[in-house]
């Protein structure tokens, strides 16, 4: 009960929510261990939604309270890069995406999709971390 109260006094989130999307449930634990509860001391601690099908992506989205979406672009029907576009192009203020690309040569397709940041596959535990940190560090009130 306290954290939740030095939170609310902080002006700080208990904690921040992070989408995880993937139809491969492989890659989304992958995502998760890879950042683990808490990627940085300045943030809140991470709760994930983990995702498989773009519907669900969309209800989740469109809900509100999303911190940062994680979206795999080499997932299948439905690629995280389709997804970021429609997302950027439909919800206004739209939180930051991130999206996993099959490889680094694929990051100028990222940029046509509006992604706000790109990491390949395979996922390096430090470039992915570097990469939400950086995003979410936009979403949490910075502290006196």
């Not at 139809?23 to 991470?46: F, K, S, W, Y």
């Not at 397709?109 to 992915?128: C, E, F, G, K």
């Amino acid at each position: 009960m306290r954290a939740v109260t030095d939170h609310a006094a902080s002006g700080k989130p208990a904690s921040l929510k992070v989408l995880v999307y993937s139809d491969d449930i492989n890659t989304r634990q992958q995502v998760i261990l890879a950042l683990g509860r808490r990627p940085h001391p300045d943030l809140p601690e991470l709760e994930y939604v983990e995702v498989a099908t773009e519907p669900v992506v969309i209800q989740n989205m469109d809900a509100g309270g999303i911190a940062l979406a994680i979206l795999d672009g080499e997932a299948v029907p439905a690629g995280g890069m389709g997804i970021a576009k429609q997302l950027k192009d439909e919800i206004y203020q739209c939180p930051p995406l991130l999206v996993l690309t099959g490889r680094v040569q694929d990051a100028w397709l990222a940029t046509w999709s509006r992604a706000d940041a790109v990491v390949p596959h395979p996922i390096d535990p430090i470039q992915l971390a570097d990469a939400v940190v950086g995003l979410l560090r936009s979403r949490v009130p910075a502290t006196s």
